[in-house]
């Protein structure tokens, strides 16, 4: 069974810094990517960022130059390194391993981790 436990959320001002990581065991076969999602307020849950099994990384348009993502493989642990924080990023934050071409998130949400900008 896929555990996703993050971690490293809290508040912050706006222009400052966090950094979300999400520690993922369990199951035995092979993933595609891994991808940080956030969940606003009254919104649906919308990827940001991902990384694929050989590194390739994509950004939504709102975070490109602010987020980064990376991974640890020895510590099957996800980062996302948030610079330059809005008040819009405010959020729970999710990971999830990500199969098929598609690269869907395909395993059970973890409880998340809340991001508050404040301005």
């Known amino acids: 069974q896929v555990q996703l436990v993050e971690s490293g959320g809290g508040l912050v001002q706006a222009g400052g810094s966090l950094r979300l990581s999400c520690v993922h065991t369990?199951?035995?076969?092979?993933?595609?990517?891994m991808g940080w999602y956030r969940q606003a307020p009254g919104k649906q849950r919308a990827r940001v960022a991902y990384?694929?099994?050989?590194?390739?990384?994509n950004y939504e348009d709102s975070v490109k130059g602010r987020f980064t993502i990376s991974r640890d493989n020895a510590k099957n642990t996800t980062y996302l390194q948030m610079d330059n924080l809005k008040v819009e990023d405010t959020a729970v934050y999710y990971c999830?391993?990500?199969?098929?071409?598609?690269?869907?998130?395909?395993?059970?949400w973890g409880q998340g981790t809340q991001v508050t900008v404040s301005s």
């Open positions: 999830n391993r990500l199969l098929g071409p598609a690269l869907l998130p395909s395993f059970s």
């Open positions: 369990g199951g035995v076969f092979r993933f595609d990517g």
């Open positions: 990384i694929t099994r050989d590194g390739s990384t």
